[in-house]
């Protein structure tokens, strides 16, 4: 997936409230509410009764459909008002902006500001008053905004662009990486040997999940108590979420503080094991409001393995502008999972196994 892609990035959000008055204050709030300063983008921020209720982001120009979800986004939110800002030329910003404001109407959402934002200058759409809105655009700094200053006080953070964003989530390099490799072939070599060894495959089967479902629940206990993985422990928990059931486990657990321990995993892990602890990363992000991070995790996972099915299945969610409320008291038991899933046997090994290093293959799963 490209940077500026037509993957929407809306965020359900909590944040710290801003006092926006005046189109500069907009503008400058708007990277501190999607995490970047946006380029050639679409943002439309959702208000009711004064208060944020959803911020969208879409990259430029829109893939036709692309909008489609937006209507049925502003109601189930309870939008009353909306502003949309674009950036870029008009060329490519105007058709964006007037199909979100020909939408507003059957979504039964006002359209409070229209704005287009272009090197360093911005119009409105709404107001045509030479006076207030010059037809050769207002000057802008956001950088000089009190709006900035508040929001970096209460926390919140705007990097220079989305691949800043992007490169929070890249793999570790150097010698964090070395020693993952190590450790990586460590693990894969004490899993290739117990396959060997075992005289019953269904039995290693049975061991290896069940030590992998203590692995995921050490894993989110140590990250609770302000612990981090050692590289073994990371490495072979990489291994243990191959197996389905082991990271469904992370997901009926799941919570949105635990985005720091998947993304920690989504970065050191290497990268044909990273889908699992990515896409588990997506989901604590998407819980926590913060899609734009749950976005770029779910394209790292993609990009390893295209038909990795929660990934998909997630991004579906994101395409489609879904809440993640929709999955709250949904989430399976492990009682309820095991019960789906029946008595474990060898072919649970068979994700893990194809992922495995091709150099010595272990003996084939019946």
Not at 251 to 269: E, F, G, I, N
Not at 283 to 300: D, K, P, Y
Not at 337 to 357: F, K, Q, S, Y
Request: hydrophobic share 45%.
């Amino acid at each position: 997936m490209t940077t500026d892609s037509s993957t929407p990035a809306p965020a359900f959000t909590d944040e710290p409230r801003l006092t926006l008055a005046s189109p500069s204050d907009v503008l400058a709030a708007v990277p501190y509410l999607v995490g970047f300063h946006p380029k050639t983008s679409l943002v439309v921020i959702g208000i009711d009764h004064g208060a944020t209720k959803v911020v969208a982001r879409w990259g430029l120009p829109l893939e036709p459909g692309t909008l489609d979800p937006l209507a049925p986004l502003l109601q189930r939110e309870g939008v009353t008002e909306i502003v949309i800002i674009g950036y870029g030329p008009g060329e490519v910003v105007t058709p964006a902006v007037d199909e979100v404001r020909r939408l507003a109407p059957r979504a039964g959402v006002h359209v409070g500001e229209a704005l287009r934002a272009h090197e360093g200058r911005y119009w409105s759409y709404i107001c045509d008053v030479p006076r207030c809105c010059p037809a050769e655009g207002t000057p802008y700094d956001p950088s000089t905004s009190q709006i900035a200053a508040e929001a970096t006080v209460r926390g919140l953070v705007a990097l220079p662009d989305r691949e800043a964003l992007e490169r929070t989530l890249a793999p570790v390099t150097g010698p964090v990486r070395m020693a993952m490799q190590r450790a990586t072939s460590d693990a894969i070599a004490e899993v290739r040997a117990g396959l060997t060894a075992t005289p019953d495959l269904d039995a290693y089967a049975r061991q290896f999940v069940s030590e992998g479902l203590a692995r995921v629940r050490s894993a989110v206990r140590t990250h609770a108590e302000g612990g981090r993985l050692d590289d073994a422990e990371a490495a072979r928990l990489g291994l243990d979420l191959a197996i389905i059931r082991v990271r469904d486990e992370a997901w009926t657990l799941m919570d949105a503080s635990h985005a720091s321990l998947w993304k920690d995993l989504t970065r050191r892990l290497e990268p044909r094991f990273t889908p699992p602890a990515a896409s588990l990363l997506a989901m604590a992000s998407w819980r926590g409001g913060n899609n734009v991070q749950a976005t770029i995790a779910l394209e790292r996972a993609l990009t390893v393995d295209p038909g990795y099915s929660m990934a998909n299945l997630l991004m579906h969610a994101l395409q489609n502008l879904l809440s993640p409320s929709v999955l709250r008291n949904r989430l399976p038991t492990p009682a309820e999972l095991d019960a789906a899933m029946g008595p474990v046997h060898a072919a649970w090994l068979l994700p893990l196994v194809n992922v495995l290093d091709d150099e010595a293959p272990p003996p084939p799963l019946e």
